[in-house]
């Protein structure tokens, strides 16, 4: 590939251009092509957003060095006690010990079974950045766009883009770059069960979003007609939209109709019962749509697969450990339903070829936001991520755990300013890097799916066989 070219490209990424005009390019010059390839064993991968900015310094915790953590966080209550943590020995820490919260006794299972593991300090970032390359922030090099701000860095995790908005996200251009390897397959490469997801958002590829468990894979996408005359109004309905065709927009909202279509037809005559039981969680429900569709992978033709879920409520700016709807009862949905999509492949014979992480935000302050009750937490940067699957390295951390310390080495910012904002030793562009490698994209693709990870020292962080 050529200069002209990859900068193209990295501009493209960047939403340079619009999602709409840049497909056209796209057709035009052949710049993102369809892979002439055989995919081989069926891979999956799955991404478990938590939104709103979940507080990784209550999730995953010091147990040997726990007064680090409580000289800071226990005075205003927002301190776990370490007798309630559920201990860890991750392999890379020579026996020093951590803790998951205690509400993630199900994530504590599947990490000492060594088919967990923890991506430490993760986030956005435009190159590595030091404490006094942030602070000094020469020529704007060392700050992402609109740091700490909620829409921006969902995009920007979503996109591994840090440096501008994205129309993209990376798992979209994974469908882009491998968007033949399915074949004819009546649905789509990408699938969210939480809404149009710009995680899964393509250039030139679909993406398809569906209901969760509450509604049968039969029933997500039904086209109502009954009565009489329902198959001629159905072949007036397909006659109609065969109309101006020649117009891209036009096409392009008949083509999305179509590939329903297809999809409800294949959904609506194959077998999707599963019978790993599933908490009657928002994200319970999710992730066993996400089970049903796996099993359909043979029947479908489906050899590479990528899903979006989502659970929201981790903006904690007060009652973080308190109220009804707190970090802690949030932890306590996420840890069964990770474990109970876990063992559905292994129902279904596939847990080596299913991956599964969390994505959030942003981590949240050391430095805790008021007292008592009403405790939370703000905005901050690097965060923890888990990591799940029978491939996965397990039973380890990854990254590098910050030094806890306010207006410590990892901590932004200095002085009385300083709150516990930890800087990231480890981006989001080599973490989802790591994810595309193991999923099947090919090496002369992951300049244009991730365009800026030659800016970091490593594009594979060896969490994944």
């Known amino acids: 590939m050529d200069k002209s070219r990859r900068d193209f490209l990295r501009q493209a990424g960047c939403g340079a251009v619009s999602a709409a005009a840049l497909a056209a390019t796209v057709n035009r010059f052949g710049l993102i092509t369809s892979l002439a390839q055989s995919a081989g064993n069926y891979r999956a991968l799955v991404c478990i957003f938590l939104s709103g900015g979940n507080d990784g310094n209550n999730m995953v915790i010091p147990y040997d060095n726990y007064s680090a953590y409580s000289s800071v966080r226990q005075s205003a209550g927002l301190a776990i006690s370490q007798a309630s943590l559920l201990q860890i020995s991750p392999i890379s820490q020579g026996g020093v010990k951590f803790g998951f919260n205690p509400n993630m006794l199900e994530v504590q299972t599947l990490f000492n079974s060594q088919k967990l593991a923890v991506l430490c300090n993760v986030g956005t970032l435009l190159q590595p950045t030091t404490k006094a390359q942030y602070q000094t922030n020469t020529g704007g090099a060392y700050r992402p766009y609109q740091l700490f701000s909620h829409s921006d860095q969902v995009t920007q995790q979503q996109a591994s883009i840090s440096n501008n908005p994205s129309q993209t996200g990376w798992g979209g251009r994974i469908c882009d770059a491998m968007n033949g390897v399915n074949g004819n397959a009546p649905l789509p490469m990408g699938i969210s069960i939480a809404g149009t997801s710009l995680f899964i958002t393509g250039f030139v590829t679909s993406q398809l979003a569906i209901a969760d468990s509450n509604t049968s894979l039969a029933n997500v996408l039904n086209l109502t007609m009954s009565g009489t005359g329902t198959t001629a109004r159905r072949t007036a309905y397909d006659q109609i939209r065969a109309f101006d065709n020649q117009f891209l ?217």
């Open 249 to 465: 927009l036009i096409k392009r909202t008949s083509d999305t109709v179509t590939q329903a279509l297809t999809a409800d037809d294949a959904l609506s005559t194959t077998n999707s019962t599963i019978s790993t039981v599933f908490p009657n969680t928002s994200i319970g429900r999710q992730l066993l749509q996400v089970a049903r569709l796996i099993k359909l992978r043979t029947a479908l033709g489906l050899s590479r697969q990528i899903f979006f879920v989502q659970l929201g409520g981790f903006d904690t700016h007060t009652n973080q450990v308190a109220a009804a709807n707190s970090q802690n009862t949030l932890l306590a949905q996420l840890s069964p339903a990770m474990k109970a999509f876990y063992d559905a492949t292994v129902e279904l014979t596939i847990q080596d070829s299913v991956t599964t992480f969390t994505l959030s935000d942003f981590g949240r302050t050391f430095q805790p936001a008021g007292s008592g009750a009403g405790v939370g937490t703000d905005h901050a940067w690097g965060n923890h991520s888990l990591i799940m699957g029978g491939a996965v390295h397990g039973g380890d951390f990854y990254g590098t755990y910050p030094t806890l310390a306010l207006n410590g080495p990892d901590d932004t910012d200095s002085g009385s300013s300083a709150r516990g904002r930890w800087i990231p030793t480890t981006s989001i562009d080599q973490f989802s890097a790591t994810l595309a490698t193991w999923y099947g994209l090919p090496a002369n693709q992951q300049a244009a799916v991730f365009p800026y990870l030659y800016r970091f020292p490593t594009s594979n962080l060896g969490f994944l066989a």
